[in-house]
């Protein structure tokens, strides 16, 4: 039930306070009715039928790149501690 | 899937794992309750244990908006369903919890009840408008994240002036639990992985009360697998580091504020409870919400006049003891003989974010195997 | 004109009422029903006898014989409905002991006020699939049910084959080391008829697989006559089928999840609706058990038929007294696949 | 004691239950509900594989395939239920080609809620009649349907058997001068199946004479193996039935009806409710045609059975481009038998 | 079956046939109507015909409850059904008939509405007190047979305080429909065999009126085809005798006085309409009742403000003349054409009681044999 | 719809005006609410689950009777024209 998801915004309703979001080649209409200023092209995080969230492609790369790191990281240090 | 398949990436699973060893100090124990259901979830289905040390554990919280019903809620539903024959509508999982006398809203579908599950609140007024000589009663559950579209719906039903629309609130609140557990005494427990969703509305400040009082590190994380390897991660260094603080992993939806605009409609709806019983955790203080009286017309409780009875768990349900990270799954002397989720006797065998469900369904091998 | 030609001959006037009671009352307007609608769309000499039973001449040998109730709704969906998926089902039974498929019969359950031009729309679907599979449905019943008894139309297909010598077949007879195929991609029937539910809101092009894969298993038989096990995943999906082979075999069965085909579609609708694509319903396609030595030949013969070009090995057979489906996720953890606990797809097929 | 054990093995657990939508999802529900249901009382090899399918070794020769959906309410009915009809029903139409019944198969249409102590007796009460027949149910499958769309339990069963050399028996086979059997009374399943219907409100000690025909059929085609028609005037009873063969042999039939056999029952409940018995629904009763000089031979063998010890000839077929089937009354005087018209008693098999 | 059986005597049958032969005049032909569907099913179902000289023939009268009713009433039915929602009882040939724009009650019921076949009366009461929340109308119609139920379904109801029960009332009166039929011009009926079990109630009096006034014979006769032979014989020597009576055959239940008991009971629940339109006679005065003040709770036509529109036959039925004896079934165009039991045009194809079904299932052959 | 049928009263139930009629073999509960005094042994004459009406059996036979006279009296009739 705290399944949540993220879909692209594809079209925006602002009478019904509805957008069609796209995940993947699925589409859906939802309620944007907790968020403000949903465009199409944005992600929004998709819970029980409601745009909860936005969601940050930049910070995601962010998430990302972070965790790239961390392995890197955890590399090095092992080859750095092989080379020991 | 963008944002999804991206975070469930082998290759980065393998360095974060590699990473998680390094830094995990093999002299002492790592143990992290996940808080929510959804954790809980993507550590079994992935196999995320396969790729963490031994000394880093995962403690199951009670996160699971199912599993902390309690039984006397249930009984509510099923009176509203069966005496006031009302279409009740819930989200899927409620259906299947065992309630008093080895009953069910499936049972009582099954016997003729009208009961009906559904994927959003809206569906409950579509179901409403499309039935107006009947009753229609939307069995509201969950955290933070539910609350807001049932908000919405209220508005929605008060404003099209919906007659036969009522809600059932059990509507429940994280910081009061947490802070619950926090303040119980015996928490074997170093680490907080916060929840995801919620905090997409609520904002990681409330957090900061939790790391501030009982110096345990709360990294908020998102709900694939790599964002609880990260998040487990976050917190390893916290502890090795000695810093107590909330850190957010999931900063591709999460702020310090959540969303305001949620939080509002929220607000005007909905006022705290002074007490609200938890299964598991007991009565715990403002930590549910009830509606607001200027919406007391579409409030079943009033409408129909719902009395709740505390009603006692099932015989050797450890669901209690797992909802508060005191046992594990396998510690109940019934999980996977009396109960499994063909025929669950506690409601942690029942959702899919319920740590015996999981357990049994991804995880039994482990067990099998040692 | 007959009378009765007065009344049904016209199709218009037919297709424009609903089942009535009087349709299963076994005079003259059930048998015209059988006449007009039935014989007319399934058109072949055994049916026409007009008996109520088929006659036909068999060679000795082994033969098969298998059933199936259809309750699937909705009755239409993309890629097929119930009466092709009847045909289809059952044909597939049959085919998973090895066997050619000779004969079906059909057994229709009506609801009154059922429109009969959707009864036509299905039995002419019905006949398309028989024909096109060459297999022929040569004796039926009809019954009807008063509204709010039944669900439209509940269809059960029965179908008898015949096994090639040397053939045998069964679920019983996995063997650890065996190699376990797919035919193709899993979850596209159960998504495309989810997508159809009017509780259900999402929008997407995949169509139901539903087909009838008794020429694929000729082939396959002919390439390795000595498959241990065939069996489509229809009602729970891979994850029941399997669950099903390896208790009936007494083996373990472990899965690599990145071999597993599945469509976008199917990936994306499944994480909107939380379900797990190893448990969703597929009707065209097949499982196959093979000794490790003839897997690859198995293999190539079914990527060389139009019907499997997607086919793969997802996994294989382990000594394993719990008899558990595991498997190797993509990220690189390990999990059971259980039997699908809870029913969030009733009616599927 | 395995989980499934814990949860099915104790009879009384599961039967205080109910059908659940699960129990047709396909997974571990479904699997023990067959295992601990179906299989334990339809108990026999073929079941036992626990395939898709069953599969056994046939002879060369003819073979004959016959359907039925069984839809009766009540499903208790004095005499018999739904599970012993639809084994009895099936059977028959086998044996109504002349025919040995080989194997059935058995689909099961479940409705959410309905009592699985009702359905284990139902499947008891299968297993018993195929038992006594000695027709084992080798398929089946099970679905389940959400409370409101079913009505407790429909049975669709499927049956093959094997022609004897020489017997050749349809309904398009009658010619005039031929004589028209019956192999005993008339109406009494119809008339204690509506005994029990809530809605009408009469006693009677009628039973249903449900009963498999085919040890009679044996010994009638052994003694008169140029027997021309067979049929089981079922739906629609008697009326329906020799309409149906008179149309396909486009001969007319003219009976005796002081000659047909009805029980003071079936009479008195006729009338009190205003209906014929031509019309009534039989579930052991079989309609035989033969020529002339074989009548008396067959009508011997008929009597030495006790399935047919009222057997009497009721009249015989005659040339008649318009295929009526006429009566001369008890009264004197000459009616139709004209195909049912209307549907005063659905549901009756 | 006592007085059943005996009626139906082939022995006895024979005996009047050879009287009937011997009685009627060869140089003069006998019509007789027999009134009552009653009297024409028998006539087909025993083959009447064929133990009958040539010169009498039998017209078949108007006695056909099913087939009087216009469609006007039956589109009133489908109202009640369909768009009050109401749980609509009715005795079960009613179903079949054809109603406006080709609709039926039972086509109405195969699209969900709420239609039932009931026995009795009382099964409706019964259906009311197990639906409280369910309005249950219970659709009468009949001549004086039905209507004593009827009336004493309305007094349990009262007495009992049924809130949800009301009745149709669609009662008609034999005598009024003879009167109309013997004051029309152009019958071309010598003699007439008068209802049974109607008589059983009103008695043998009110047909007095009638046999003085128009100076034709009447003989009230049983529903056996011993009874109807019988009749004809009476009806026959009348003629010859040139008398013109109201005599009694069926003297084993009807009296001159009926049953008073009855009567009283139906005076107090019913009064006459000033009149009712009937299929193929039209608008009759003081031919049909309804229900009183003192009842009006329980008059469906009050509770639904039921108003009856006029509405036409199907074109080219000619149930209209077939019901005043004018043609005779095979007369009309449609008859096994478009117009079968299995679907019929016209009401007299429903009722087993009504000519053109009774000729088409019994007598077919009568006519491909010509 | 007419239908109506002499069925024999069994037993009465007073207070519910009731009575089990037996029509050879059969029973049925009906209403006796429209006749007075029936007793067991009585005919009456059952229409849509009310009695309408007692049957008599004396008048019965004497209809036989009748009929049974007519046919002897066409019998004789023919024999003395035969004989004429
Ligand atoms: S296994 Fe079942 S009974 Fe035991 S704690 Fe979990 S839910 Fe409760
Ligand atoms: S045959 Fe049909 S259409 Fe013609 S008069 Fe009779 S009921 Fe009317
Ligand atoms: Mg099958
Ligand atoms: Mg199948
Ligand atoms: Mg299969
Ligand atoms: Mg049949
Ligand atoms: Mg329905
Ligand atoms: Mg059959
Ligand atoms: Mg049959
Ligand atoms: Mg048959
Ligand atoms: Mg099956
Ligand atoms: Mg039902």
């Known amino acids: 039930m705290c399944l949540a998801i993220p879909a692209e915004i594809v079209s925006v309703n602002e009478a019904a306070d509805t957008a069609i979001v796209a995940l993947g080649p699925v589409r859906k209409e939802i309620s944007i009715a907790l968020i403000e200023n949903a465009k199409p092209g944005e992600f929004v995080l998709v819970h029980v039928g409601y745009a909860l969230h936005k969601v940050s492609p930049d910070e995601a790369a962010r998430t990302l790149a972070m965790m790239r790191e961390a392995g890197l990281d955890a590399e090095f240090a092992e080859f750095g501690e092989a080379a020991r | 899937m963008k944002f999804v398949d991206e975070f469930r990436d082998q290759a980065l699973a393998m360095g974060l794992a590699a990473a998680i060893a390094r830094e995990a100090v093999p002299a002492r124990r790592y143990s992290i309750m996940e808080f929510c259901g959804g954790h809980t979830h993507a550590i079994f289905r992935y196999g995320v244990h396969d790729l963490m040390p031994e000394n880093v554990g995962f403690v199951h919280g009670p996160g699971c908006p199912v599993c902390v019903l309690p039984i006397g809620r249930i009984d509510n539903a099923l009176e509203l369903a069966e005496e006031h024959g009302v279409i009740l509508c819930s989200y899927g999982d409620m259906l299947r919890v065992p309630a008093s006398k080895r009953r069910s809203l499936l049972k009582a579908k099954a016997e003729g009840a009208d009961v009906r599950m559904v994927y959003s609140v809206d569906d409950a007024l579509r179901i409403a408008r499309g039935n107006p000589s009947r009753e229609v009663v939307f069995f509201a559950i969950g955290f933070e994240t539910t609350t807001p579209p049932t908000a919405v719906a209220l508005r929605t039903a008060k404003a099209e002036g919906l007659k036969n629309f009522s809600v059932f609130c059990n509507h429940v609140l994280t910081p009061a639990a947490l802070n619950h557990l926090l303040t119980a005494a015996g928490l074997d427990v170093d680490a907080f992985i916060g929840p995801s969703h919620v905090s997409s509305v609520i904002g990681s400040r409330p957090y900061e009360y939790f790391t501030e009082t009982f110096h345990r590190p709360v990294v908020i994380a998102g709900f694939e697998p790599l964002d609880v390897m990260q998040a487990a991660l976050m917190a390893i260094r916290q502890l090795n580091e000695g810093r107590a603080e909330v850190e957010n992993q999931y900063i591709r939806v999460v702020t310090r504020d959540g969303n305001r605009k949620a939080r509002t409609i929220v607000d005007e709806v909905f006022e705290r409870r002074e007490g609200f019983e938890w299964r598991g955790l007991g009565a715990v203080p403002d930590s549910a919400l009830r509606i607001r009286d200027s919406y007391a017309a579409f409030d079943a409780e009033k409408r129909f006049s719902i009395v709740t009875r505390s009603a006692p768990d099932a015989k050797s349900c450890e669901c209690a003891e797992i909802l508060r990270g005191a046992k594990k799954p396998v510690d109940c002397k019934l999980f996977g003989k009396g109960c499994t989720p063909d025929s669950p006797v506690g409601s942690c065998m029942v959702s899919s974010e319920g740590a015996c469900a999981a357990y049994w369904t991804y995880g039994r091998f482990r067990q099998e195997a040692a | ?349």
Not at chain 3, 19 to 28: D, F, L, S
Not at chain 3, 300 to 306: E, G, L, S, V
Request: net charge negative.
């Open chain 3, 1 to 349: 004109m007959s009378v009765i030609e007065a009344r049904f001959g016209a199709r218009d006037a037919k297709l424009s009422g609903a089942v009535e009671m009087i349709h299963g009352a076994g005079g003259r307007a059930t048998a015209e029903l059988i006449r007009t609608l039935f014989r007319r769309h399934l058109d072949n000499p055994l049916l026409a006898q007009g008996n109520d039973q088929a006659a036909f001449a068999v060679e000795a040998g082994r033969m098969v014989m298998t059933t199936d109730a259809h309750v699937i709704a909705p009755l239409f969906f993309p890629g097929g409905d119930i009466g092709s998926l009847a045909v289809h089902g059952t044909i597939n039974d049959v085919a998973m002991a090895g066997a050619r498929p000779l004969y079906l019969s059909a057994a229709f359950v009506l609801e009154e006020g059922f429109p009969l031009a959707d009864l036509d729309r299905i039995v002419a679907s019905m006949a398309a699939a028989s024909r096109a599979a060459g297999v022929p449905i040569v004796t039926g019943d009809t019954k009807v049910v008063e509204k709010g008894k039944g669900d439209g139309v509940f269809i059960t297909t029965t179908g008898i084959g015949v096994v090639p010598e040397g053939v045998e077949i069964s679920g019983d007879r996995a063997r650890p080391g065996d190699v376990v195929l797919l035919s193709g991609s899993i979850g596209d029937h159960g998504i495309a008829v989810l997508s159809k539910r009017e509780n259900l809101t999402f929008e997407t092009e995949i169509l139901s697989d539903s087909a009838a894969l008794h020429t694929l298993v000729a082939e396959m038989v002919a390439a390795v006559p000595g498959i241990r096990v065939l069996r489509d995943p229809t009602r729970g999906g891979l994850g029941a089928t399997l669950n099903e082979i390896a208790q009936q075999s007494r083996v373990g069965i472990r899965l690599e999840e990145a071999a597993i085909p599945i469509k976008p579609d199917v990936s994306a609708a499944c994480e909107l609706l939380g379900l797990d694509p190893l448990y969703i319903a597929n009707e065209g396609k097949l499982i196959a058990i093979a000794p490790p030595d003839k897997a690859q030949l198995l293999l190539a013969a079914m990527r060389a038929h139009p019907l499997a070009r997607d086919a793969a090995i997802i996994g294989e057979a382990t000594q394993d007294p719990h008899a558990f489906v595991q498997m190797r996720t993509r990220f690189g953890g390990n999990r059971m696949v259980d039997w699908l606990a809870g029913d969030p797809l009733p009616r599927i097929c």
